[in-house]
C-alpha cells in the first residue's frame, strides 16, 4: 500500500503519482483490479470488444474505431502504449480525451481503490479510468487493447461481447510462457463462454485450440471461417455472416494489414445484429485510418519510416515492408529498445535492411544500454565499427541520421515506443 500522499490536481502529479502507486510495474492478476471496478461500480452497459495477441493490436483497435465511427456510433477506444501525450491512451469519438476529463477519472477511481485499501498498477488504474470515463460519456461501444498476455490483464476484468486474438507469437517471455502454445494460452484467456471469438492466427497451436473448445466460445478461425484474396489495387473479404468485394487497400502501410482487416471484419460481421454497418462504412473507414508510429512513412526526403517493432516477428514484417518500397542507396537505422526483449533477434531480421545503426540508449527502468544493443549487434556478427554508432537517446540518433543522410537514403526508426516517441518529439518540434 502506497504512503499517504497530497491528492495530486493536475494530469502531470497524477500521472507521477501513478507509477509509485504500486511497487512493481506489471503485476499480473485480477483480483486487486476486479475489487476496485465492483467497488466504484463499474459496469458497462454498451458492447465491449476486446483485442489481443502478439502484434497488430493496434491497427485492429484503430480499424473497428474507424470503422464504427462512420457509421455514426460514439466509440470509445482504449490502447497502450501512448506515443506523446497519456490523453492518447483514452480517445471518444477518435478524440484523445481531455487533462480534466482523466483527472476526473482518476480521481473516481482513487476514491474506489482508497475504500478497498490496496494498491494498483499504472496499467491498471488507467483501465478502470477508461471504462469510468467511457460510461459517463455515454459511449455507444468501447474497443479495449489487452496490455499484456490476456488472461490476467486488466483488461480483462470486464466481459467481452466479442474478443479478438491477432496472433500468437514469442513476446514477454518471462510472463507468458515460453512456448507459442502456453503464450497462446494466456492470451486466450479473454475469450468467454458463448461468446464472439475471432482469431487471426492461421497456425494455431493445438493446446491453444483446446483451450478456446474448453472455454466454449463462439470461435470464427482465418483461413477456416473467414479469408481474403488481394490483387495490386483492391482486396475481397470472404466472411461468417456474409462477403465484401473490391475493398479498398487500408491507409495504414503494409500488405500484412489485410490480414488485420480481415479480422476486423469478421468481428463487424458476427456484431452486426448489434452493432450494424455498411459496405460504404467499411470502405470510408479503412481509408481514413491513421496510426502513428506502425510502419509511418514520413513525407520528404531522405525518407523517414517510423515503426514501434519490438519482437522478432514485428521486426521480420518490418523488414518485409522495407524491402517492398523500393531501391534506396542507404538505410540508417535508429534503435533503442527495452532489455526484455530479444534485441538479438529483432537486429537479425534487419540485419540485411540496414548499412549504418545508430544504437540509442532508452531511459527507463526496461531500457536497454547501448552497450546491451552493441552486444547483440555482434552476436548476429555486426561488426563493423565504422557502421556503428553511439548516442545517449534516440533523438540525438535521429538528429545524426537527418544531417548524414543523402536525399535519396531513408532512415528507419524503430525498436520500442520510446525509440519512436522520442524521434516524434524532435520531428513536432522542427
Excluded at 199 to 208: F, S
Aim: hydrophobic share 40%; proline share 3%.
Amino acid at each position: 500500500m502506497a504512503e499517504k500522499t497530497a491528492k495530486p490536481t493536475s494530469l502531470i502529479d497524477w500521472l507521477l503519482y501513478l507509477e509509485h502507486l504500486h511497487p512493481k510495474a506489471i503485476d499480473m492478476g485480477l483480483d486487486r483490479v476486479r475489487q476496485v471496478k465492483d467497488t466504484a461500480d463499474l459496469i458497462p452497459r454498451f458492447p465491449l470488444i476486446a483485442v489481443g495477441g502478439t502484434n497488430g493490436k493496434g491497427s485492429v483497435c484503430t480499424m473497428l474505431e474507424s470503422i464504427l465511427s462512420c457509421a455514426g456510433y460514439r466509440v470509445g477506444c482504449y490502447t497502450s502504449p501512448h506515443l506523446l501525450e497519456y490523453n492518447e491512451r483514452i480517445r471518444i469519438e477518435q478524440r484523445a480525451v481531455s487533462d480534466e476529463e482523466l483527472c476526473c477519472a482518476f480521481d473516481v477511481i482513487e476514491a474506489a481503490r482508497s475504500r478497498c485499501n490496496l494498491s494498483l498498477t499504472y496499467f491498471e488504474f488507467g483501465t478502470l479510468a477508461a471504462m469510468y470515463l467511457f460510461a459517463q460519456l455515454k459511449v455507444d461501444v468501447a474497443i479495449l487493447e489487452v496490455g499484456l498476455g490476456g488472461r490476467l490483464d486488466a483488461v480483462n476484468v470486464f466481459d467481452a461481447d466479442c474478443a479478438i486474438l491477432t496472433n500468437i507469437d514469442l513476446d514477454h517471455m518471462d510472463y507468458l510462457g515460453s512456448t507459442r502454445e502456453e503464450i497462446g494460452i494466456e492470451k486466450v484467456g479473454i475469450f468467454r463462454k458463448d461468446k464472439i471469438a475471432i482469431c487471426g492466427e492461421t497456425n494455431l497451436p493445438e493446446g491453444v485450440r483446446k483451450q478456446i473448445t474448453t472455454i466454449g466460445a463462439k470461435l470464427s478461425c482465418m483461413g477456416e471461417d473467414f479469408d481474403y484474396k488481394a490483387d495490386m489495387i483492391q482486396w475481397n473479404y470472404k466472411g461468417p455472416r456474409g462477403s465484401y468485394s473490391s475493398l479498398p487497400y487500408p491507409a495504414l502501410r503494409g500488405s500484412y494489414q489485410l490480414k488485420n482487416a480481415s479480422v476486423c471484419l469478421t468481428a463487424l460481421d458476427m456484431l452486426r445484429d448489434k452493432l450494424p454497418v455498411t459496405a460504404n462504412d467499411i470502405r470510408r473507414g479503412l481509408l481514413e485510418i491513421t496510426l502513428p508510429g506502425r510502419f509511418q512513412v514520413l513525407p520528404g526526403k531522405p525518407m523517414t519510416i517510423l515503426d514501434v517493432a519490438h519482437n522478432p516477428a514485428a521486426a521480420r514484417v518490418l523488414a518485409d515492408n522495407l524491402g517492398a518500397l523500393g531501391f534506396h542507396q542507404y538505410t540508417y537505422g535508429v534503435i533503442g529498445m527495452l532489455k526484455d526483449k530479444d534485441i538479438a533477434s529483432v537486429v537479425l531480421a534487419l540485419k540485411m535492411c540496414v548499412n549504418t545503426w545508430l544504437i540509442a540508449s532508452t531511459h527507463t527502468s526496461r531500457g536497454a544500454s547501448a552497450d546491451e544493443i552493441i552486444q547483440a549487434l555482434k552476436k548476429v556478427g555486426i561488426t563493423d565499427k565504422d557502421k556503428i554508432h553511439v548516442f545517449p537517446n534516440a533523438s540525438a540518433a535521429y538528429v545524426f541520421a537527418r544531417e548524414h543522410a543523402a536525399e535519396n537514403d531513408r532512415i528507419c526508426v524503430f525498436g520500442s515506443f520510446y525509440t519512436v516517441s522520442a524521434v516524434l518529439g524532435v520531428l513536432q518540434k522542427s
